[in-house]
Each structure stands twice: as structure tokens, then as C-alpha cells.
């Protein structure tokens, strides 16, 4: 259980982990850490609190929190008898990744399929372009729509079908008459 004076070894193992990962995700490892420590907690932690438990500076605890907040995966909330704020995770792992996916395509994806889009547009009308680099460009292009558009199907079912769909794996491929144990 995470208490305000220490952490367990798992937890510090976990939250160490998870701070390595993030930066490997393309996010600051303090952000990824505050994330880990408020998804482990089984209650709202206050900033002080993070500070404490983390070992890290307040003003990296504040911005690591209000980047936590815009990406909709923590959230304030109240403790009776305390005037501060606290935070907590979203717990629900699956809507989490959910959300992390869609906050991604939109930062990521949908800019880059828009310059593919222009890039396409332009090379048609410029004869500077050559047939290969338009060709590749068309293909880049048709992959992240046909891959978006999948995303937009699955990303509104229920969990449990969207687990049964995972966990189906290779049988997907059988089923597809693809071959496959």
C-alpha cells in the first residue's frame, strides 16, 4: 500500500519502471513516474505527498500533473477535511489505453496524414515530383487511413468484446482461411 513515508520495493520498482518506459514512449520520466504512483495508490495523493514518495521537485510534480490532466487519465478530486487538491489515476486499464490511443492518433497520426494528404496533392501537380516518391506517399497515406479507420471501428466497443477480440489471436487468421495454429 502506498503510505506518505515510503514506498515498497515492488512499488519503487514499478514506478522506476514505468518512468523508463515513458521515456522510451517519447514522455518525460517524471510525468510517467507521478502516473505510475497514482495508478498503484489506492487513494488520491496530494502533491506534497508526490513530492515526498517521488523525491522530486514540487514544481515537476505540478507540471507533470497538469500534463497528466490534459491527457484525461488523472484527474482532482476531494478529500473531506482537507483543502487541497488530490489526485488519482484512472484505474480502468483498458479505457485508459483508450484514451491514451486516441490522445496519441491526434498528436501523432493526424497531423502526419495530413501533410501525407498535401504532400500527395502537391506531387500531383508538381513535375519536379517523380512517380516513385508519390507512389510511396500514396501507400504511407492508405496505410494510416485503413489503420485509423479500424481504430475508429474497434475503439467503441465494450471492453469485454474488445478482450475476447485480442485474446483470439492467431484464430483470427483461421478463421480468414490465412493458415495458423
Known sequence: MVTTNSLSRVQQKF???WGE???KWGINRTVAQVHALLFISPKPLNAEEI???LSVAR???SSSLKELQGWGIVKVTHVLGDRRDHFESMKDVWEMFRIVLDERKKREIDPTLA????CIAEAEKDKETDEYTEQRLREL???FETTTAWYGQIRSWPTA????FVKLGDKVRKLLGLGGE
Open 59 to 61: 514544481s515537476n510534480v
Open 161 to 164: 468484446a474488445l478482450t475476447k
Open 141 to 143: 497515406a492508405a496505410f
Open 51 to 53: 513530492v515526498d514518495l
Open 115 to 118: 501533410i501525407l494528404r498535401d
Open 21 to 23: 518506459m515513458g521515456t
Open 15 to 17: 514506478v522506476l519502471h
